[in-house]
């Protein structure tokens, strides 16, 4: 049975991807049956994308975000929330997941850095910041809009923005001693260079999944199996 020491000194870094989430009946993105398999990114997940048919758009985040509302979380993120409770101040999760399940597993040192289902914001960029919306939309007409006129988009990354939080991130990186990455296909850039940057810093780099992924490389130790099935008990915390 694997096991990942954590030393007294250890500062640790988590990136999840879609595969810790998989366990709770939310679709990965290219996994044979993920939602990449049933939709176009062009159509659904791009600025073009959003200019040209915004209620599809609509259609696809609302359908994401009930999906999202029914799911719960799994023992992948139970572990990685109590995890963070034996190391305060020393633990820090990224997630490029856009469902709430770590929030209610209890993780709490948390960013998003694809954005999130359970926010919308200007389509704009008039300053106004992403708002809690649980709304699960069935047409354009019932979208709000933003007090400068913009309709209400989903705050989701689309491929070609800029994923959020890149500071706090590579800040967050270079102090970590050890990187542990879930459940990612290391198909989108920059997450998946992050296990590159950890290890030019020295760190320790860990994968935890059911398949390697494309930077398996770049990875020191490899956990193989679901995230709901390795995580828990992974980590010896040292004293
Ligand atoms: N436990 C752990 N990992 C799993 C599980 C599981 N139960 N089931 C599948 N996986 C792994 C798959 O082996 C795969 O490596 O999860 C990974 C999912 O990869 P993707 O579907 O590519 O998802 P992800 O890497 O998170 O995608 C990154 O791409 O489309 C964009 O913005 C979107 O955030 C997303 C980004
Ligand atoms: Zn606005």
Redesign the pocket.
């Known amino acids: 049975m694997d096991s990942i020491s954590i030393a007294a000194t250890d500062r640790v870094f988590v990136l999840t991807?879609?595969?810790?989430s998989?366990?709770s009946g939310l679709p990965?993105?290219?996994?044979s049956d993920?939602?990449?398999a049933g939709y176009r990114?062009e159509d659904v997940?791009t600025p073009e994308a959003w200019q040209r048919n915004p209620a599809g758009v609509w259609a696809f985040y609302s359908a994401r975000r009930a999906a999202a509302q029914q799911a719960k979380p799994n023992p992948?993120h139970l572990a990685l929330a109590e995890l963070e409770s034996r190391l305060p101040e020393r633990f820090f999760l990224c997630t490029?997941?856009?469902d709430d399940l770590h929030e209610r597993a209890g993780s709490v040192n948390l960013l998003h850095m694809?954005g999130e289902l359970a926010k919308s914001r200007c389509e704009n960029d008039c300053g106004a910041p992403p708002v809690e919306d649980h709304a699960v939309y069935a047409s354009l007409s019932d979208v709000g809009r933003c007090a400068c006129g913009g309709l209400l988009r989903p705050h989701i990354?689309f491929?070609d923005e800029i994923p959020l939080g890149m500071e706090r991130i590579e800040r967050e990186i270079l102090r970590a001693t050890l990187m542990v990455v879930?459940?990612?296909?290391?198909?989108?850039y920059p997450?998946a260079n992050f296990v590159h940057w950890a290890r030019q810093n020295g760190a320790r780099t860990v994968y935890?999944?059911?398949?390697a992924?494309l930077n398996a490389a770049a990875f020191t130790h490899v956990v193989e199996?679901?995230?709901?099935e390795a995580l828990p008990g992974l980590f010896v915390v040292e004293a």
């Open positions: 991807g879609a595969g810790i998989a366990e990965t993105f290219r996994d993920g939602l990449w990114i997940c992948g490029q997941n856009v694809h990354v491929f879930v459940g990612t296909s290391g198909s989108v997450a935890v999944g059911p398949e992924p199996g679901k995230a709901g």
